[in-house]
């Protein structure tokens, strides 16, 4: 088992113990500085986490080794996972809703935590990303059944590998049984103002939701 460093994490918001836990999953490379200002763009009212990834990689961080862009080691991405879900367990204890926003290697990541254990989220946005398939992680159908998802995919997206980005939107929208909402849009691999205004009304729907469910 590898010896992670204890998890470091940027906030924005309210910082409550009851209300909804938007988790921001930055990319690989990048940190939790670079992802916690995409929370100045989305909803008040709540509390935003970004996390840094735990293994250091080119300046920046990585969720897990991997044997090619979007193809995750399974075992580095078994250990990571529950790196993440004991921080969580911690931060946001069971019964508060958390809702997970992944970017690129971010959003792989999101994907293999709620395929691992879909009942401990309350939704997951998945953005310029792909799931992590062959990885060990459960992709069955139904296997997501109800949970609301986002996924946000660039028609011009050169970065992640486009068989993984196809198989990623047929799973999202006709396997999984998940509650999807799927976002095309004509850039590339960043996150495009129409994307970003997706995102918001998204979120917004999903916490008041999770607000009034708790």
């Known amino acids: 088992m590898t010896a992670f460093a204890p998890p470091v994490a940027a906030w924005h918001g309210e910082q409550n ?14 940190n939790e500085g670079d992802i916690i200002s995409l929370a100045d763009h989305l909803p008040d009212g709540v509390a935003y986490a970004a996390v840094r990834a735990p293994i250091a990689e080119g300046g920046g961080y990585a969720w897990f ?12 991405l078994a250990e ?17 809703p958390v ?11 999101a994907c293999g935590l709620i395929l691992d254990d ?6 997951a946005a998945i953005l310029y990303g792909t799931l992590p398939f062959d990885a060990r992680v459960p992709t ?16 011009t997206d050169t970065v992640i590998p486009a068989d993984l980005l196809s198989r990623t939107w047929t799973y999202l ?6 509650d ?12 495009s103002p129409n994307v970003l205004r997706e995102l918001q009304v998204w979120l917004q729907r999903l916490t008041i939701s999770a607000e009034a469910a708790s």
């Open 140 to 155: 069955t159908a139904g296997r997501l059944t109800g949970l609301p998802v986002l996924v946000a995919h660039g028609d």
């Open 17 to 30: 113990h009851q209300g909804p836990l938007l988790v921001l999953l930055h990319g690989r490379g990048s």
């Open 65 to 76: 080794a991997n044997r090619g862009i979007g193809r995750p080691i399974a075992e580095s």
């Open 80 to 96: 990571t996972m529950a790196w993440f879900r004991a921080w969580l367990d911690d931060t946001a204890p069971a019964g508060r």
């Open 173 to 178: 929208h006709d396997i999984a049984g998940s």
């Open 180 to 191: 999807t909402t799927g976002v095309r849009d004509p850039g590339g691999h960043g996150i």
């Open 118 to 123: 879909p009942d401990r989220y309350t939704g």
């Open 99 to 109: 809702v997970l926003v992944g970017f690129s290697g971010g959003a792989a990541f």
